[in-house]
């Protein structure tokens, strides 16, 4: 009998074939009941192409430039088996609005409606199959209440539809929904000239439905309370996934919109792009990633979005550089390392008796307050019904309740505690050297 490698597991062609149907069938029924489908404007997309990368982009006219440019400086190989979709979006200028929100949302439209004129200019220009989804211009805005999360959906949703929903071809791409990458960038991050393939092998080599990959963020402005503003940001983002580390959760990567990668099987599994939410979708993305089958980290390639004063959406990296420009960036009080030893003394004890009755479990836990949040979120009835589900296949169990013990959970878990008197927030620079010597300690 035949044998095919799939990833690192050996397979037979029997069980090869009925994984291909099953992940067929998901697409199609995703595609039928969840996508949101949108005109692609390209010549055609090629069979062989291998990944696609998504940009949205929202009055982005001068930085995506730069960002297309930088994906250029790929080998030209790579980039002829790459589709750029660019999701071009914003808001209708409404007369009803203040003036200057008017005013705003105009400049705004103005912008994009160059950035459409840049795409459809460059598109015989570059050896990357250049394509975009008007969601600007006018007649085609965006709606009011919507966002960068609807953008990308409709960026990778429309390319799925293209590549394996279309009923008239019988096999769709040549490269199936487990193998083909898609890029989650955003219109203001430069890459590496080994970003393409770089990504695309390290998620097929790690076997997971998704994966995030280093950043940088440039700081481009010369204020200085801004400079620092943005290095502190970074320091934060880095802190607060170190102490998921030390943790030992399951969540401890970093979800910056601009790191995000997938396999088409993996964002369909996953669920697709939280399109309800104007920003924080690579949050929660990157959580149904998780619980998809894992979400990998990729070295040996690094993008870097740019650290700028933006308030487009209510939070994210311009939003927060802005607030800690305002407050004093270094003096910012953040989570206590003790907060993330109670998380992972929480997580030790919950693992260690998943076994037993749900108010034993409660009854062992070193922290009061760890026992308080969980019972305050239903614990001993989620694990009563995990129990029964599961039974003695601890494995699962396990798995089941960091499904529901998420990414959401666990940030809920420290706000909470660090309210309390017992974990007091502290100045950044403090807290990292705390939690760096905990690190040092745990190895």
């Not at 487009?312 to 953040?334: L, R, S, W, Y």
Request: glycine share 6%; with cysteine.
């Amino acid at each position: 009998m035949r044998l095919i490698y799939h990833t690192t597991t050996v397979i037979s062609r029997k069980e090869y074939n009925l994984q291909a149907l099953m992940t067929k069938a998901k697409t199609t029924k995703y595609l039928k009941s969840r996508a949101e489908i949108m005109p692609i404007h390209i010549r055609n997309i090629p069979d062989s192409i291998t990944r696609a990368v998504i940009i949205p982009a929202c009055a982005e006219d001068g930085w995506l430039q730069q960002t297309i440019y930088s994906l250029e400086q790929n080998p030209a190989e790579e980039c002829r088996q790459t589709l750029v979709l660019v999701v071009v979006n914003g808001p209708a200028p409404d007369k009803n609005n203040t003036d200057s929100l008017q005013d705003r949302r105009s400049k705004m439209q103005d912008n994009n409606l160059q950035t459409l004129k840049f795409l459809n200019n460059h598109i015989n220009e570059t050896a990357l199959h250049l394509s975009w989804i008007d969601c600007a211009s006018p007649g085609h805005e965006m709606a009011d209440d919507k966002g960068v999360g609807l953008a990308r959906k409709i960026g990778v949703d429309s390319v799925l539809k293209r590549l394996y929903g279309e009923s008239d071809r019988e096999t769709g791409n040549q490269c199936d929904e487990d193998n083909f990458v898609i890029l989650h960038l955003d219109a203001d991050t430069l890459v590496e000239n080994n970003y393409l393939a770089t990504t695309s092998h390290g998620i097929r080599k790690n076997s997971t439905p998704g994966a995030v990959i280093n950043y940088k963020h440039r700081i481009t402005s010369t204020d200085r309370m801004e400079k620092e503003s943005g290095e502190a940001y970074e320091i934060y983002l880095r802190y607060y996934v170190r102490g998921l580390e030390y943790a030992d959760s399951p969540y401890g990567f970093h979800t910056i919109g601009s790191t995000m990668c997938c396999t088409a099987a993996g964002y369909i599994r996953a669920g697709g792009i939280p399109a309800k939410r104007q920003s924080g979708e690579d949050f929660y993305f990157l959580q149904e990633l998780q619980k998809a089958g894992g979400v990998s980290h990729i070295s040996g390639t690094t993008v870097y979005p740019s650290a700028r004063l933006d308030n487009k959406t209510p939070f994210g990296t311009g939003t927060a550089i802005e607030k800690m420009k305002n407050t004093g960036a270094f003096e910012t009080p953040v989570y206590a390392p003790e907060v993330f030893v109670a998380l992972r003394n929480m997580l030790v004890d919950v693992i260690s008796n998943i076994n037993r009755q749900p108010e034993e479990i409660l009854s062992v836990l070193y922290d009061p307050l760890a026992a308080d949040f969980l019972q305050q979120h239903s614990f001993a009835e989620t694990m009563a019904k995990l129990q029964q589900n599961y039974g003695n296949n601890e494995t699962q169990l396990i798995k089941a309740f960091h499904n529901w013990f998420d990414a959401l959970m666990t940030f809920r878990f420290i706000r909470t505690l660090s309210d309390t008197a017992s974990y007091p927030r502290k100045p950044l620079i403090t807290a990292r050297q705390e939690l760096n010597n905990l690190l040092q300690e745990k190895e």
